[in-house]
């Protein structure tokens, strides 16, 4: 029995004659194998009737499937069997009359007709199911993928939320911290003073504009990490070295926002600010097989004195599997002798200039 579906699609033109040219074939193969087994008929004749009655199931069952209204199966499968067996019948009289025009003599014994009707009905049946099953397998497949892209549209949703309250949170507990190193060195160094204080200018305008925007690019994470390892910078002094190797080309190229900067705050208040000495954190980008590659690198204490590094990493994996899937990474290393680097693998998405992604936040402004 057919599964049909409540409201079958009309067939585009092209779709029409797809499905024409096969049931041609099916006809063809259907003449050859009547001649095959005996009937004794010259091929050409055979074949003008299996085209004639095949043909004539295959539109009356078309034209049945975009008139049909009703839902109940068993209506339809009822239409539909009364249809094709309609269309063998019209079409073995509408070989017959075409047979007869051309001015062959023709002398079709009634047992060539039934056999060559019930084989066709047989055939019209089969290539019904295989055509209406086809389009049946693709609007469930269209249903499928129109599902998931609303599941991973609200996953996204989702995501720029949680990041959205992330950056929230994160901002009044390092604005507060920062402005009381502000007062702190006001009389001690008022010049260090006010570049921390331009240093925090920065990074918060950095901060708020890519808070507005669901993507952003490589290089204006690299600022907000300038801005944000600056700071600290002011706060510790020689002991926190760094180095952003990033080239200019790569800095175009689009990347989610806060994907690296949990990932550099771990490095500096789990890693160096732990370590008596300090250390250097090292930012560097490189595009391999396809793929945008980014590594975190720090000589700090590593992990294993520190087992609260992994929690920002954690964040940042769910974030990756959210918005890549399977297609993006993060893999975590022990440096030696010390420290640890994190390594961001994504899809390489080539955009023409950052004029374009500037166009489309001025749009959504």
């Known amino acids: 029995m057919f599964d049909f579906p409540d409201h079958p699609q009309k067939a585009s033109p092209g779709k029409i004659v797809q499905i024409l040219l096969v049931t041609a074939g099916f006809n063809t193969a259907i003449a050859a194998m009547l001649v095959f087994v005996g009937f004794g008929k010259p091929f050409w004749q055979t074949l003008l009737f299996s085209q004639s009655i095949g043909l004539t199931i295959c539109t009356c069952v078309v034209i049945a499937l975009h008139i049909i209204k009703t839902s109940a199966v068993w209506v339809r499968a009822a239409v ?28 079709a014994t009634r047992g060539f007709l039934v056999q060559i009707v019930v084989i066709s009905v047989i055939f019209g049946i089969t ?20 599902e998931r892209i609303k599941r991973l549209s609200g996953e996204k949703q989702v995501l720029e939320s949680d990041l959205k309250r992330l950056q929230a949170q994160i901002e009044p507990h390092f604005l507060f911290n920062t402005l009381s190193n ?5 009389d001690a160094d008022s010049a260090k003073a006010k570049s921390m204080l331009l240093d925090l200018i920065h990074y918060l305008r950095t901060t708020l504009g890519r808070t507005r925007d669901s993507t952003g690019t490589l290089g204006e994470e690299a600022e907000l990490i300038k ?39 771990n490095a500096v208040l789990h890693g160096i600010e732990p370590k008596i000495e300090g250390g250097e954190i090292l930012v560097r980008a490189a595009v391999h097989a396809r793929r945008l590659v980014i590594d975190i690198s720090d000589s700090g204490v590593g992990f294993a004195q520190n087992a609260q590094a992994g929690v920002g990493l954690a964040n940042v994996q769910e974030r990756l599997a959210g918005l890549f899937g399977g297609d993006g990474r993060l893999l975590v290393k022990e440096n030696q ?29």
């Open 127 to 146: 290539i019904t199911y295989f055509f209406f099953a086809r389009e049946q397998l693709a609007a469930s497949g269209q249903l499928i993928q129109e």
């Open 227 to 265: 801005a944000y390892l600056n700071i600290f910078k002011i706060r510790m002094g020689d002991r926190l070295g760094f180095t952003i190797d990033i080239a200019d080309a790569l800095r175009e190229h689009p990347l989610a926002p806060m994907l690296l900067q949990p990932i550099v705050e």
């Open 182 to 186: 502000v007062v702190g060195l006001m």
């Open 337 to 365: 002798p010390s420290g640890v680097t994190v390594t961001i693998e994504v899809p390489l998405e080539e955009f023409d200039s950052k004029e374009k992604h500037n166009e489309e936040r001025n749009e959504s402004a």
């Open 80 to 107: 539909l069997g009364f249809v094709i067996l309609a269309g063998a019948i019209l079409g073995t009289g509408i070989g017959t009359v075409l047979l007869r025009l051309s001015g062959d003599a023709f002398s």
